[in-house]
């Protein structure tokens, strides 16, 4: 049932992401520039050749997504952790969705905003400057540039070529 590159990339995928709770921001970097980038080169080396990967790829990413919700919850700034909870739940409805039409587009109409604002929160606040999440108006400026920065990639992925 398993194969050595299912296997490898199981663990990796379930256990990585588990450093977000002890580095938010690294721990959310490595897991998705890191383990989930490599776990399609290892399934195409070591694992069996007609998977659905979408089918193994997104419940990996939804555990992923929410241990980075359960460190958002935890955060201080109310309007901070309301945004991000909210686009945790914007996402996490977009899959739902997914999975009851099996359409990928769903996946451009709820993109995934919500890592890239955990992430350039927490690199904000690293670099001394959350006031660019904490004040309502600039933090409507930053969430402008992410989804900017986001939807090319989301189309590119998952619109009807």
Same mark, same amino acid.
């Given at each position: 049932?398993?194969?050595? *590159? ?9 256990? $990585? &992401? ?8 690294? *721990?959310? #970097?490595?897991?998705? +520039?890191?383990?989930?980038? #490599? ?12 998977? /659905? ?5 997104? &419940? !990996?990413? @939804?555990?992923? #997504?929410?241990?980075?919700? %359960? ?10 952790? /309301? ?5 945790? $739940?914007?996402?996490?409805? *977009?899959? $739902?969705?997914? !999975?009851?039409?099996?359409?990928? @587009?769903? +996946?451009?109409?709820? &993109? /995934?905003?919500? +890592? ?5 929160? !927490?690199?904000?606040?690293? %670099? *001394? !400057? ?13 969430? $402008? ?6 939807? &090319? ?9």
């Amino acid at each position: 049932m398993f194969d050595d *590159g299912m296997i490898i990339v199981l663990v990796m995928r379930l256990l $990585g &992401p588990l450093i977000i709770f002890r580095w938010p921001l690294f *721990g959310s #970097l490595v897991s998705e +520039f890191v383990f989930d980038a #490599l776990d399609i080169v290892i399934w195409a080396a070591l694992g069996p050749t007609d998977i /659905n990967y979408t089918a193994y790829d997104k &419940p !990996l990413d @939804v555990y992923q #997504l929410t241990i980075m919700a %359960i460190v958002a919850s935890r955060w201080e700034h109310k309007t901070v952790r /309301n945004t991000a909870l909210f686009l945790y $739940g914007y996402r996490l409805l *977009g899959y $739902g969705l997914y !999975l009851a039409t099996d359409l990928r @587009v769903m +996946f451009f109409f709820f &993109p /995934n905003i919500f +890592f890239y604002f955990f992430v350039a929160y !927490l690199a904000a606040k690293k %670099i *001394g !400057l959350p006031e660019l999440f904490e004040d309502k108006r600039q933090l409507a400026v930053m969430m $402008g540039i992410i989804i900017l920065v986001k939807l &090319p990639q989301e189309y590119i992925l998952h619109w009807p070529h």
